[in-house]
């Protein structure tokens, strides 16, 4: 099932005239067991978008992976417009599944509004365009399955459990097979293509596991394009006692920061 498919069945239940509706999300979105994370936050987010104005751009998403949601299993969605100012809307949405909570969100949406502030970011990412992607061999139960939906190009650091010297990671994503268009959806899926990036200390493989998740989208950006390469660099800011602080750039194809990711990751090594 292609990610437009999955984001178009969301938006076809109209949750708010149909708040039971079921969903499952098949195997080959599968990360072990459960949902590739990226896309249970970005299919979260497609329906919560689904009830704000167009006119109100993403500012920012934070969620906190409560327990897995796991493949091929129904779960209902639940949509909170918790205010809608004159200015941003605050949304909260949670996935739930066997009665237990997967993931809980709270998105901000805001209007543009004038401003004499304006303070540009000008950091680039100094990677050179990828030729082609890195060959990963679908290895089962090492190489998650939602990989297959998904290209990468790694620039700096080595790919989860190779025992590297770095600490940091830097490349470029995109979609394998691309969509119709990119969307604020389509980018929180992409943002969590690589692993985090710290395991790729390991020797072996260890179970790890995103437990809050905040990222904060820059606007005005320009276009990005379904083809396009996103570039990504990611350091950790901390990593001690089984857990990770790390935090994320996203650059479009032009080099102009476009968002920026931190997240809470637990490790079982």
């Not at 992607?133 to 990468?152: C, D, Q, S, T």
């Not at 790890?208 to 996103?230: C, G, K, Q, V």
């Amino acid at each position: 099932m292609h990610i437009d498919e999955i984001f178009a069945m969301v938006q076809s239940a109209k949750l708010s005239e149909n708040p039971n509706t079921l969903f499952t999300i098949p195997a080959s979105w599968g990360q072990g067991r459960t949902v590739y994370g990226g896309l249970t936050a970005s299919l979260l987010y497609t329906a919560i978008k689904d009830q704000v104005a167009d006119n109100r751009p993403m500012r920012s998403f934070n969620g906190n992976f409560v327990g897995p949601l796991m493949v091929d299993s129904p779960f209902t969605i639940e949509v909170d417009i918790l205010r809608e100012g004159k200015n941003a809307t605050q949304a909260l949405g949670k996935i739930v599944q066997n009665g237990k909570v997967a993931l809980i969100c709270q998105v901000c949406f805001a209007v543009n509004r004038p401003s004499k502030i304006l303070v540009e970011n000008f950091e680039h990412h100094g990677l050179e365009r990828p030729k082609k992607a890195n060959f990963i061999p679908p290895i089962p139960g090492l190489v998650p399955k939602f990989m297959r939906h998904l290209e990468m190009k790694m620039m700096e650091g080595k790919m989860a459990f190779m025992g590297s010297k770095l600490d940091t990671t830097k490349g470029w994503m995109r979609f394998k097979k691309p969509p119709v268009t990119i969307t604020d959806a389509h980018l929180i899926a992409l943002i969590d293509t690589f692993p985090c990036t710290v395991l790729q200390k390991l020797r072996w493989p260890a179970p790890a596991s995103t437990m809050n998740w905040n990222i904060e989208f820059l606007h005005p950006h320009d276009e990005i394009l379904p083809e396009d390469w996103l570039a990504y660099a990611a350091l950790p800011r901390q990593a001690a006692d089984g857990y990770c602080h790390m935090e994320s750039n996203i650059w479009d194809t032009k080099g102009k920061l476009i968002a920026i990711s931190r997240q809470l990751v637990g490790i079982f090594d």
